[in-house]
Every structure is written in C-alpha cells, then in structure tokens.
C-alpha cells in the first residue's frame, strides 16, 4: 500500500510540473514579442531627368559685317537703352577692346581695394588663403576647359583676394603704382560701336531656330512619347546668329521621368533643380502638369520664373530633381496599430505595454516616417522599443521581467 501511495505521489508531482512547464511555455508563446528601436532616418528624394526647355523668346536681328564683342553674360537681362554688345571692323580691334576692358575692371577694382581702409573689409587671412586657394584651382580648370570668360572672371576674382591679403597682412600698403601702370595702358576709347535692341528680357547667344516654335502653348498637346521624339533631335546652336532675347521670365521644362520615381511627381509640387555641370546652383521650381501614357512613360512639367545661364543657354538638358527631404522616426509597417480611432504603435514600457500615437509624415514601401518626439508620454519617441511582433497586445498589458 505504501508503494502504491508512493508512485501516486510521484505521479501527482509529475503532473503538475509538466502542466506547470506547459503553462509557462503556452504563456510565454502566447505573450511573445518581437521589438525594434525606434530611430531618427532621413530620406533625400530626388531622380535624375532629361528634358525639353520650353520659353518665350526672340531672335534678335543684327545688320551683317564688323566684329562683335559680346557686353552682356548669358542670362544677363537688357533694356533697350542697354547695350548687349560693340561692333568692331576687325577681329583686333575687338580684341583690344576687350583688353582695354579688363585693365579698367582691375584698376577699378584696386582703387576700391584702396579706399578699404577698413581693415574689417579685408576678412581675415585664414578665409582670404582659402578663397586664393579655391579661385586658383577653378582658374586652372576654366583655362584646361578654355573657357575664357570663366578665366577673365576668376583672374578678377584673384586679383581682388589677393590685393586685400597683402592689405591684411602688411604686405602691402597701397597700389598706387600698379595703378598707374594700368592708367597709362588705357587709351580711353574703345573704338566700337555700342549695338542695342528694341526687345526686353534676358540675353542668350544661343540660337537654335526653335525660338518661335517651343513656346508655353505647346504643353497642352506635349505628352511623354512626343517629347520622346523631340528629344532625340539635334539642338545645335546657329554660329551666325546674333542672339536672342527671354521675353518671360517664366519658363518651363519638360522631362522625361523614371518609373521608380514617378510617384514623387504631382501637380503642385515644390522642387530643386541643378543642372547636370552646373555645380552647386540651383534653380527653385513647381510641378505644374503629370501626365503618364500608356506604355506606363511619365512626363512631368516644371514651372520656373528664375532665370540663370543654364536656364536660357540649352534647349535640351539633363536635370537632378530633387523633392523635400522627409525626416523622422522610422517604424515597420507591420508594427502600426489602430486604437479608437488613431493610429499608433504598441511599445515595451518597463514590464508592461503601452500605446503610443504616431504622427505619419511619410509612407514608403514597407515603413513609415513618423514626426519626432524625444520624451513624450503619449507620443511615440526617440529611442522607444516598437513592438513589431506579438499577440494579445492592449494598453497596460504586463510584461514578464
């Protein structure tokens, strides 16, 4: 009899610390949880395009004969009481007046050095190093590219640096002399003839002889497979023409947009554009028109009214369009809940769980961009423990330890 009770004895225990380890392993499955930190992502959103600029625009008309020295830069807006450029009767009268030209902007330009007395004026030599440093490789890259222009402009641009470092650090006290030099050098008389136009706008020299035909008129029957076309044409500027004048500072371009970046395309969108070898300038814009064909090919048009070189000189051009940048706390999409009504996420709290609501800024593939909180109670922030897996989940619920 004892042997009896012995084994029910040992059976009973038995019992109950296999119905105790299966409780806790049902428990622990059942209250199983999976989390992710909540961290700070930013996504930059751009695409590159290749488009069609479409303005309002003249050709302006000049008698044939003579040199022409151009006065004005690309982009560079007239009146009809400026003169755009000097015509000259041989090819070395217009180049010694452009060397005139420059011997008056750098004895300009060291007369006003000059009455810098100011020693605030000169900024620090530090900056000053750095700026001679910066404008000497951007000289010798221009030269390399013989773009003369670019190097007539930076060896101003040095002459300045340098004439308020020698000011800055001593090395100088004046430039009388090197005045004098360039006074001496300047006849005073440039011996062209100023040529102006009766139209207004801004001034290019580039003429393609589509002046007339790519107008604004044209993008309500413009869509992605006959811009397709238009780009695929020779756009080469007509090296005997004279130029032309923007008339409207609004202008447009047409592009061509990528399948994966269609979606960040709509009507009224606010966007960046740079121009491919254009370095850092950029041009402000909006989305004005979207317009995707069958074949799936989007065409998107932007509306611009800042003018710049780039923005009159091509007809055809490859641009990075870059969107506004969204930053925040990123979350899996599998981890947003509904409570009552708001939308929100479940995360570890201590040893238990708690709801927090999200405010979604941005919704990707397999993710949210939610605002950013750094302590907030009811809000979900910085650093949280998102749980992204789990079951039987409520507000307060305990957590084992």
């Known amino acids: 009899m004892n042997r009896v009770t012995t084994k029910l004895a040992t059976a009973a225990v038995i019992f109950v610390v296999l119905t105790f380890v299966l409780y806790q392993g049902w428990r622990s499955l059942s209250q199983g949880y999976k989390t992710e930190t909540a ?102 890259k221009s030269a390399e590219e013989k773009d003369m222009e670019a190097v007539s402009q930076l ?67 413009l869509d992605a497979a006959s811009l397709g076309e238009l780009l695929d044409r020779d756009y080469r500027s007509d090296p005997g023409s004279f130029g032309k004048s923007v008339t409207d500072f609004t202008w447009y371009y ?46 998107a048009v932007i509306q611009s009214t800042s003018v710049t070189a780039d923005t009159v000189s091509h007809r055809t051009a490859g641009v990075r369009v870059d969107f506004s940048s969204y930053k925040g706390l990123r979350i899996p999409r599998k981890a947003l809940r509904i409570l009552d009504g708001q939308k929100g996420v479940y995360v570890k709290s201590g040893y238990s769980v708690r709801f927090k609501t999200v405010d979604i800024l941005y919704t990707g593939s397999d993710y949210y961009l939610c605002r950013t909180q750094y302590s907030s109670s009811s809000q979900l922030s910085f650093l949280d423990e998102v749980i992204v897996e789990g079951t039987d989940l409520y507000d307060g619920k305990p957590i084992n330890p």
């Open 39 to 140: 961290y700070e992502f930013e996504i930059a959103r751009y695409c590159n395009t290749e488009g069609l600029l479409i303005r309002t625009e003249e050709v302006i008309q000049k008698e044939a004969g003579g040199q022409v020295r151009y006065l004005l830069e690309e982009g560079e807006k007239f009146r009809s009481d400026t003169p755009i450029a000097q015509l000259f009767p041989s090819q070395e009268a217009a180049e010694e007046a452009a060397r005139q030209e420059v011997l008056r902007k750098e004895r300009d330009l060291l007369e006003a050095i000059q009455r810098s007395t100011d020693t605030s004026r000169t900024a620090d030599v530090e900056t000053l190093n750095k700026e001679i440093a910066l404008s000497l490789r951007r000289l010798t």
């Open 155 to 221: 060896y101003m641009t040095l002459v300045e640096k340098i004439g308020r470092q020698q000011l800055a650090t001593g090395q100088s006290t004046g430039f009388g002399e090197r005045i004098r030099e360039l006074q001496e050098q300047l006849t005073g008389n440039s011996g062209g003839q100023n040529l102006y136009s009766p139209q207004i706008g801004y001034f290019s020299r580039y003429v393609d002889g589509y002046e007339g035909v790519y107008t604004p008129d044209m993008l309500d029957q």
């Open 254 to 299: 047409a592009a061509l947009v990528p399948k994966e970046s269609a979606e960040f395309f709509y009507e009224g969108a606010r966007v960046t554009m740079t121009f491919n070898g254009s370095g850092e300038q950029t041009v402000p814009g909006k989305v004005i028109q979207v317009k995707t064909g069958e074949n799936g090919a989007t065409m």
